[in-house]
């Protein structure tokens, strides 16, 4: 049991390339998130998605696009990467309870993080 | 959403407890109150969540007072791993998925020998 994964570990891009990063999980979680971390900073969600070929914005959406085609698979894409966009991303993943808010209702399981700079 | 605030930095020592208070006066009656630690070049990890009154997992506790405006996660005998920036969040996850939680900057915990 890998947990959440995410590939690659590192890129450095030049303005205006792409590039996709992907997150996998093996815990058949149905929401899985993207968030994004800057120096000193907490993180900010990008986009989430609440189960298979379903996306929804989060708070900093603009820049990125994401897919959900495999339930284990979010992928997140930069199609014209700029500068301000250098910052390590985490995927996260939950699986969805119902009812009561109770033990773990919060608990996303991050994955190791893709540290990305563009120059 | 509802706004944290923590201390920046805490110091300890290894067997001391550690109580970090995290601030939240403008929390809704639907938000619960989550905590998260990060280790460096890691993603955070869910510690523990409560609502009001005291929770208390094998990992730590947290307390919370009847108004609920702010909030104390304490660490029992910490040690040199519990390093780490500790996060504090109020909010709620909608129906839809929606995370409603806010990561702030989180207090920076330094434990010595």
């Known amino acids: 049991n890998a947990g959440v994964t995410q590939t690659p570990k590192f890129r450095v891009l030049k303005t205006g390339q792409s590039m996709t990063l992907l997150c996998a999980q093996d815990m058949n979680h149905e929401y899985m998130y993207w968030y994004r971390q800057d120096p000193g900073m907490g993180l900010r969600l990008i986009h989430y998605?609440?189960?298979?070929?379903?996306?929804a914005k989060g708070e900093v959406p603009d820049g990125y696009n994401v897919s959900r085609l495999k339930k284990q698979n979010f992928l997140l894409g930069l199609e014209s990467a700029a500068p301000s966009q250098t910052s390590v991303y985490f995927c996260a993943s939950r699986l969805p309870s119902q009812g009561v808010r109770t033990g773990n209702y919060y608990e996303q399981y991050f994955g190791p993080g893709t540290r990305l700079t563009v120059t | 959403l509802a706004k944290t605030t923590q201390p920046i930095s805490m110091d300890s020592y290894e067997g001391q407890e550690v109580n970090i208070t995290c601030s939240h006066n403008n929390i809704a009656t639907n938000d619960y109150i989550t905590w998260y630690q990060q280790f460096p070049s890691q993603g955070p990890r869910f510690i523990i969540q409560g609502y009001k009154t005291k929770v208390t997992n094998e990992v730590a506790s947290l307390f919370i007072p009847a108004d609920r405006k702010s909030s104390t996660l304490s660490l029992p005998r910490v040690s040199l791993s519990d390093t780490a920036v500790y996060y504090c969040l109020v909010g709620d996850i909608d129906g839809t998925g929606f995370q409603k939680l806010v990561f702030g900057t989180g207090t920076r915990l330094l434990v010595s020998p």
């Open positions: 998605s609440v189960g298979e070929g379903t996306t």
